[in-house]
């Protein structure tokens, strides 16, 4: 196979993409938005538009919302591999808190980052393409054998189904073009997969494989559904996304002690998303194993006292009324909330927690008042049947007597066979009888892209081994780059494409694979932590101009004759 030849990627150019990338990081696409989503997909399909209309692509939009820019059919050889870019314009919501108070939906520019929501998840990915784009309708680099996606829904949650499954429909239908055999038809999903080392050189990893997902919602008592969770044999895959107490809100909880959210501390949590984090970082798994267990500390990690509560926050409180409830130990949390219902994908990794003095005062006052002192004449006879018992009164009867029923999502993320994990479900069932429910699809429907074994039997790993060997080479400074093949240790498009494919299209013909331009979650130079989902998301400048080149030239190895790239 001949070698790609690298293609040199100047300071102004790089600049390009970064001005890409800070506009469509300054455009607010939180995935539960419509309008929001639907403005960022307007945004890339007028730069296509101008771009490569000119030149006979056709631009356009499917049923689901997605863009697809394909070049003419006469410009497409289906006797050769073909090769889709493809990238997600949506995001998780962010709160200005955890940007400093800055808008995270205004890029920030700072000598080593962009900062904002999504500058790496996975805006960074469509960047590459608008501009790959640009500089195509330049001159300055080849047509490729396939085209450009850009996918509406990759973080949509249990009420928004992800739209990718839309491109294997089109796929299947042959509104796509696809490869006649026995060449196959690639999707790099552009999603983060660059990670930075202390030493400075990049890691690029190829994600060939995606683990299962499968999102449960199960009810029950705090300490119960610790338990449970802590029974199953592979509790660390099992990620808790969010919890809130099944019939109380967290504006009336707060009301009914007469508190205001400037009582809450507030702790962060590392790492980034709750799917991805380890579950010993995951402050709502923290709170779930004290509840099982009965004991520890609810304010580890305290990060500043007197914060506002956030859109989207944990608030916990003990039960504990040992020592007055000021300094002495915890018992289980009374409420959680982290997330909703509805907007699961809306996981802080803030975490507020209520100061157990205030907590204390509100428990021993319910508790007097239940005793027939002061207000608590109200409450007594309410008990009697006059009139239902304050809300104040039940929390507290609640806090101290056991276990408010909370509502937890839970989400699978392995690779054990789906027999061993509907026997872990089985399990869940029979500590929390009839209150596991599966959300969204049936567990076939979650089961994940296995598609290494297609992957390594391809052309693929020739091509992205090429890439970086050219670079490497022309550099003058071999290993400066690197290649990792892994599981992915999330979900991206490449899942969900997958799941949506006929089986006889699986592998054979289409194989999906993650690489991207984005960068998971690290620390810069100052210690600050740079979360993908989470506080002070930034794309570190340096980082992508080292790895820009690579995608370049992977790219460019589709190219076709004409262009002497040969794959």
């Known amino acids: 196979m001949k070698r790609p030849r690298p293609v040199a990627v100047s300071d102004a150019s790089f600049s390009a993409y970064l001005a890409h990338l800070s506009a469509l990081v300054s455009i607010r696409t939180v995935t539960s938005d419509a309008h929001a989503t639907a403005a960022g997909i307007e945004h ?19 049923v689901e919302g997605n863009l697809r820019c394909e070049p003419r059919s006469d410009a497409i050889d289906p006797s050769r591999p073909l090769l889709w870019l493809c990238a997600h314009i949506d995001t998780v919501d962010a709160d200005p808190v955890d940007f400093g108070g800055h808008d995270p939906f205004s890029c920030r520019e700072t000598q080593s980052h962009l900062v904002g929501r999504g500058t790496n998840d996975c805006k960074a990915g469509v960047a590459f393409m608008l501009w790959y784009a640009e500089q195509l309708a330049a001159g300055a680099l080849p047509a490729f054998n396939g085209g450009f996606l850009v996918t509406r829904y990759e973080e949509a949650g249990s009420h928004q189904p992800r739209s990718a499954t839309a491109f ?95 009582a809450l501390r507030v702790l962060a949590q590392e790492g980034g998303h709750s799917c991805t984090v380890r579950n010993a970082d995951n402050h709502v798994w923290r709170q779930l194993v004290r509840a099982a267990v009965g004991g520890g500390s609810a304010g580890d990690g305290d990060n500043g006292a007197g914060a506002a509560l956030p859109v989207s926050t944990v608030l916990a409180w003990s039960s504990s009324l040992t020592d007055g409830g000021a300094g002495g130990s915890d018992a289980a949390p009374g409420l959680l909330w982290s997330g909703s219902e509805a907007q699961p994908t809306r996981v802080s990794s803030r975490v ?84 596991v429910h599966l959300v969204g699809d049936d567990l076939e429907g979650g089961a994940g892209a296995q598609q290494a074994c297609f992957v390594a039997s391809s052309s693929l790993p020739r091509v992205l081994e090429a890439a970086i060997d050219g670079i490497n ?84 190895a589709f190219a076709l004759p004409d262009h002497t790239y040969d794959m």
């Open 44 to 62: 890339c399909r007028k730069a296509l538009v101008a771009l490569l209309e000119p030149f006979g692509w056709r631009v356009s939009t499917d």
């Open 168 to 262: 294997a429909r089109s796929l299947a239908s042959g509104e796509l073009q696809l490869a006649e055999a026995p060449h196959k038809t690639f999707f790099m999903i552009l999603e983060n997969t660059v990670r930075l080392r202390p030493a400075g050189a990049a890691e690029i990893g190829v994600y060939d494989r995606e683990r299962h997902s499968v999102s449960l919602r199960c009810k029950g008592g705090l300490a119960a559904l610790g338990s449970a969770l802590l029974a199953l044999e592979d509790h660390v895959e099992w990620k808790t996304v969010s919890i809130w107490p099944t019939n109380v809100s967290e504006d009336a909880a707060l009301g009914a002690f007469g508190l205001a959210g400037s």
């Open 352 to 435: 507020a927690v209520l100061p157990r003095e205030a907590v204390a005062k509100a428990v021993v006052r319910s508790v007097a008042d239940r005793a027939g002192g002061g207000r608590g004449r109200e409450d007594r006879a309410a008990t009697e049947g006059c009139k239902p018992p304050s809300l104040a009164a039940q929390l507290s009867a609640a806090a101290l007597g056991g276990d408010v029923e909370h509502t937890l999502l839970l989400n699978y993320r392995g690779l054990r066979p789906l027999r061993e994990v509907r026997a872990q479900i089985a399990q869940l069932e029979a500590a929390l009888p009839s209150a």
């Open 473 to 556: 080479d022309a550099a003058a400074n071999e290993g400066t780059l690197t290649l990792k093949y892994e599981p992915n240790p999330g979900r991206s498009d490449a899942s969900h494409l997958w799941r949506g494919l006929p089986e006889e299209l699986r592998g054979e013909r289409v194989v999906p694979f993650t690489c991207g331009p984005g960068h998971r979650s690290h620390r810069d130079a100052e210690g600050t932590m740079r979360k993908t989902h989470g506080p002070n998301e930034g794309f570190h400048k340096a980082a992508g101009r080292q790895v820009l080149p690579f995608f370049v030239a992977a790219v460019a």
